[in-house]
């Protein structure tokens, strides 16, 4: 099997010769140029050359596509700051008042920076070696994280705590939930074989489980629901603890749910089994800070959890938990990938 037929196989809970494994390193990736990484973030074609860069190094299966996680923000308006040693930071939102709602214009993907230059990366990386690696052109934000910026984190919190204008909470992440669209269909008009979101801020780590039920939950499944009446792929991230919000978050239905180590990984597995393909969950500060035994272990452990109760490796892509730390260790990448090879081969 090559990488893509590895990956559609746990995709579809099929029995692949092994696991496959993804990395979510723009940053490491981009750092390898040995530029600032800003100029890579701005720039498709040097963000698609650090890709391109570190699949070769790696060899990884599934390459994890993107420039942050404020670009749809970006977009859409929000002020953004890049920097020379990490991800750019949204830091002025747009909607001073729920109210401004009505004024916000839906834009083109193929023509707002920075989505055309991520969009141009996916397209040139697809060119290079689409037809080898399995591509996730990630569309984040999605649908809350989005809203959560354009109205600014605090803001929205209070309007969602104080429950006083649910109608245009409602209008504001109906228009998130567009936007998120039309960037993540884009990222496979580009060729990307699949997309994703990343809904981290609607984890109980920030919002409490029933406000996700009530606020996130259906706007995600929506967007979701889009993609798979279509028969494409998408991959919904949701960082820190989710346990509690577990039910939910794998009901919104994506084929590909991103956790990180801090969701029990057994009761995870219980819950994906046969729904959704499990990908992680590997620290990224073990990641950045540990030894190549360390993550070799920490890998050897998460593949031993996802096994139980199965006759043979699926429904996982081992990987980071969440995006890479800029300053990731190589040999530490390595053992994360090595580690696929030895402890995931299916006889
Ligand atoms: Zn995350």
Redo the contacts with the bound molecule.
């Keep these: 099997m090559n990488s893509i037929e590895r990956t559609l196989a746990v995709i579809e809970h099929r029995k692949p010769d092994r696991l496959p494994v993804d990395l979510h390193n723009f940053q490491p990736a981009a750092a390898m140029l040995g530029l600032p990484l800003q100029k890579v973030f701005k720039d498709g074609d040097l963000l698609a050359e650090s890709q391109l860069a570190a699949w070769r190094e790696f060899g990884h299966d599934v390459l994890i596509l993107e420039s942050g996680t404020s670009s749809s923000a970006e977009a859409c308006g929000v002020e953004v700051i890049y920097r020379d040693d990490a991800a750019p930071v949204a830091t002025k939102p747009v909607l001073e008042r729920l109210e401004d709602v009505d004024k916000l214009e839906l834009r083109d993907p193929w023509t707002t920076f920075p989505w055309s230059e991520i969009l141009k990366a996916t397209q040139i990386v697809v060119r290079e070696i689409g037809n080898k690696a399995f591509i996730i052109g990630r569309g984040d934000q999605g649908p809350f994280s989005l809203a959560l910026m354009l109205r600014g984190y605090e803001n929205f919190m209070i309007d969602i705590a104080m429950d006083k204008k649910p109608d245009l909470i409602d209008q504001l992440l109906d228009y998130c939930c567009k936007t998120a669209t039309r960037f993540a269909m884009a990222q496979l008009e580009a060729g990307a074989h699949a997309t994703s979101i990343?809904e981290?801020p609607s984890g109980p780590d920030v919002l409490s489980p029933r406000h996700y039920h009530k606020w996130a939950f259906p706007h995600q499944k929506r967007m979701i629901d889009a993609f798979k009446a279509q028969g494409k792929l998408i991959a919904h991230?949701i960082?820190g603890n989710t346990v509690p919000i577990l039910e939910d978050f794998i009901a919104t239905g994506a084929q590909i749910t991103e956790i990180?180590h801090k969701t029990d990984l057994a009761k995870a597995a219980v819950a994906a089994q046969g729904k959704t393909t499990i990908l992680g969950p590997i620290d990224t500060h073990l990641l950045a800070f540990g030894t190549p035994a360390e993550v070799d272990t920490a890998c050897r452990e998460a593949i031993a959890i996802m096994r139980a109760g199965k006759d043979f490796h699926t429904g996982f892509i081992l990987g980071p938990?969440?995006?890479l730390d800029a300053n990731t260790p190589p040999d530490n990448i390595r053992a994360l990938v090595e580690a696929a090879k030895k402890y995931g081969m299916n006889s």
């Design positions: 990343g981290s991230h960082c990180d938990g969440c995006a």
